[in-house]
């Protein structure tokens, strides 16, 4: 059984021969689709060799190993052969978007599957910079924390720093959801605020930009229909 974020990642999947889980952990994503039949076979890799015993038991006592290739690798190294989705999840943003930046020459056009739990600007800006575009962007909240998906094609376009920084597809439809997320997001900036305000030494940057960041989603909250 999926959590809500891992069944918000299957729901971006693309149905394909190949499809391959970046830092994998148990692999509950890859028995899932294998067992869907969304993907025929399936590589699920990680950097921990603890992580990916974990998941070769998984597969193995699913008897889905025979249609998996496990494999202990770094970031997107473990994509040696076509794929039609690549999904990379369960990371922060920077690490994230150094996966996407030096692994540019093994996407191949496949569909991506992202979902970072930081900084996901730089995950926005990475996007672009390996030449795709994000279709979907979708929220989901799991236990109490809230993660943005993407799903992304192969294809350029120009977001505005704004775009980049917040999201572009996320705000245009009115949830609860999103409410709530806009909440969070700005409580999380707050904290950060304080916490820098109160530094011995402030970082007057740093505190222009949680200031910024802070008076956008507020914006964006005020301009909810009540």
């Known amino acids: ?18 499809g391959a889980d970046i830092g994998t952990d148990h692999a ?31 597969l193995t006592r699913q008897g889905l190993i025979d249609r998996a290739e ?3 690798a770094d970031g997107l190294d473990a994509v040696t052969r076509p794929c039609g989705c690549i999904s990379v999840m369960g990371m922060g943003g920077e690490t994230m978007a150094d996966i996407l930046h030096r692994g540019q020459g093994r996407l191949q056009g496949a569909v991506l599957v992202l979902g970072a739990h930081t900084e996901l600007h730089l995950v926005r800006q990475a996007i672009q910079d390996v030449g795709y575009h994000m279709v979907a962007e979708r929220l989901c909240r799991a236990a109490t924390r809230f993660y943005v998906f993407w799903r992304c094609e192969v294809g350029e376009e120009a ?24 909440a969070w997001r700005k409580r999380i ?14 970082d007057e940057q740093a505190i222009n930009e949680a200031q910024s960041d802070i008076a956008w989603y507020r914006k964006k909250m005020e301009g909810f229909p009540c």
């Open 70 to 72: 496990v494999v202990l």
């Open 159 to 182: 977001l505005s720093p704004e775009e980049i920084r917040y999201g572009k597809l996320l705000w245009q439809e009115d949830t609860p959801l999103l409410r709530e997320y806009a």
């Open 28 to 58: 509950l994503l890859p028995c899932h689709l294998l067992r869907q039949r969304i993907c025929q076979r399936m590589i699920a890799s990680d950097v921990s060799p603890k992580a990916l015993g974990h998941a070769r038991e998984n």
């Open 1 to 18: 059984m999926l959590d809500e974020r891992l069944s918000l990642a299957a729901s971006l999947y693309e149905p394909c021969d190949w």
């Open 189 to 202: 900036h707050q904290e950060r605020l304080n916490g820098l305000q109160s530094a011995t030494c402030p």
